[in-house]
């Protein structure tokens, strides 16, 4: 059976289920598994056969020892339905490709696009989210007990959480958002939602101040575990492990034989989504290539180019048209460098020690830097200028409308191509999200799922609240009787 261990060196032989509500090890550091499963040549012939929800119990089954197969293959059933992602392109005869859940979309030969961004809120958070909600309801119930998560967001994450966890029994939710920041379309997506279970808060400040609230309350150790205060924040090994499962999807969808290689390419902004490419390779499926591709905010572009790792602080974040990709520190980073430094957690403490101290590390001249090429990464960046050119050519050369993000993966991608080897760009978001900057670039609106037309004209529900903390802290104490 899988276990876990810290990148920082704790080790207490957890299992799943004992990591999945909890965020950062005890000292700090990410949990990993101690060994990474393997793939055999037989189970990837098998795999290459079967619909998403069963590979993905394949595959989740080698990280997930402790739930019995029956209910996990009930849980992974219920997550992955032709009706969680139907939002998808139609297929070349105008058929719905819903079933595939993360269907593939060719622009040329060996170029395409793998839609992750199907699911309820349109980005590719969903992926791990839906089966993220089903497995926190069952190990809930379990245990008979109860969550509150309590996040902040800009977009995409609050929203993958909220639609993820509603209605679902033994948790709520409390999400913050900046009162007056997010797009029409964002917020009528979290406030339109009137599930009991779920509570948008506005508050009348910027995100970083939403942010400092939800640490506040984090911190506050007696408040947190009268009101079992939990997160469901990027570096949750569930939500890696799922999203494993979709490098399998596409390998196999990008390919005719096991006996060839993939790259795929990847828009990057906490480093969670690639890490999970990094995983699945770890494992043994054929990748050539993982491109890493950021926007403006390139700390992760320049360390691969470099080997100095250094953070921003946020105040030189730069706020981009790829809105989610706006960060200055990658959380899940610290796992990759944990197998870069061979599995090292004195390492890993010393280099995160500076990281911490708001500074930043230099691999030159270790023999860790050496090591780089194994792994397989290749980066690059984009700007906007980059990011309106990829979403004109996509849709001029074939016909197909991208959002920001994905178009950041098509610019680099394009720079890493090799012949014979298909390249596989992570569709990450709708064009429908970001409707401002597909104005910019084509001079007309996004397409939107039928669906959701009007959807700012529906109800809003959602409580505004000045940023003071104690006012947080009363509204979610009212709410948790
Ligand atoms: C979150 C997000 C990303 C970045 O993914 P990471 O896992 O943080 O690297 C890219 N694109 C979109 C649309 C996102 O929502």
Redesign the pocket.
């Known amino acids: 059976m899988t276990r876990y261990l810290s990148t920082r060196g704790y080790r207490a032989g957890q299992r799943f289920s004992d990591i999945l509500l909890g965020g950062l090890a005890p000292d700090g550091g990410l949990y990993m598994p101690e060994e990474y499963p393997q793939v055999t040549a037989d189970e990837l012939t098998e795999w290459r056969q079967l619909p998403y929800h069963a590979l993905a119990l394949r595959v989740l089954e080698k990280f997930i020892g402790d739930i019995p197969a029956c209910d996990l293959k009930g849980i992974v059933d219920r997550s992955y339905t032709e009706r969680n992602f139907r939002w998808c392109r139609p297929g070349p005869d105008g058929e719905s490709r819903a079933a595939e859940i993360t269907p593939l979309t060719t622009l040329e030969t060996d170029f395409h696009l793998l839609e992750l961004?199907n699911g309820p809120t349109l980005?590719?958070?969903d992926m791990a989210m839906q089966l993220l909600g089903n497995l926190f309801e069952y190990v809930l119930d379990r245990r008979r007990e109860e969550i509150n998560i309590l996040g902040a967001t800009s977009?995409?994450?609050g929203s993958a959480a909220e639609y993820a966890m509603r209605g679902k029994h033994g948790v709520r939710v409390f999400m913050l958002s900046p009162h007056g920041k997010m797009s029409a379309f964002q917020r009528a997506q979290m406030y339109s939602l009137t599930d009991a279970n779920i509570y948008n808060i506005a508050v009348t400040a910027m995100f970083d101040d939403c942010q400092d609230i939800v640490k506040a309350i984090a911190n506050d150790a007696e408040f947190k575990q009268r009101y079992k205060i939990g997160a469901v924040n990027?570096i949750n090994w569930a939500r890696l492990a799922a999203q494993v499962v979709y490098y399998f999807k596409g390998y196999f969808a990008a390919t005719a034989s096991n006996d060839q290689e993939v790259s795929f390419c990847?828009?990057?902004?906490?480093?969670?989504?690639?890490?999970a490419g990094h995983v699945a390779r770890m494992m043994g499926l054929p990748i050539a290539r993982l491109v890493l591709a950021t926007n403006e905010n390139d700390v992760l572009d320049e360390f691969f180019r470099t080997g100095v790792y250094r953070p921003r602080g946020s105040a030189e974040t730069q706020v981009t048209s790829?809105p989610?990709?706006d960060?200055s520190k990658?959380s899940?980073f610290e796992r990759f460098v944990f197998d870069l430094v061979g599995r090292d957690p004195v390492i890993v403490r010393q280099l995160w020690a500076q990281v911490d101290a708001g500074g930043s590390f230099d691999l030159t001249g270790t023999p860790f830097l050496e090591r780089l090429p194994e792994f397989c990464f290749s980066s690059g960046r984009s700007s906007h200028a980059d990011r309106l050119a990829a979403i004109r050519d996509v849709w001029q050369r074939y016909g197909i409308m991208i959002?920001t993000?994905t178009a950041d993966g098509v610019k680099v991608a394009r720079e890493y191509r090799q012949p014979g080897v298909p390249m596989v760009v992570l569709e990450?978001?709708q064009p429908v999200?970001f409707a401002d900057t597909i104005r910019e670039a084509l001079g007309r609106d996004p397409e939107r799922p039928p669906e959701l037309a009007g959807i700012e004209n529906l109800p809003q529900r959602v409580a505004v609240m000045p940023p003071d903390i104690a006012a947080v802290k009363a509204f979610i104490a009212e709410n948790c009787r």
């Open positions: 961004s980005a590719f958070k977009g995409d994450t990027s990847v828009p990057s902004g906490n480093f969670g989504n690639i890490c790829s989610s990709m960060i990658a899940n959002d993000h990450t978001a999200k």
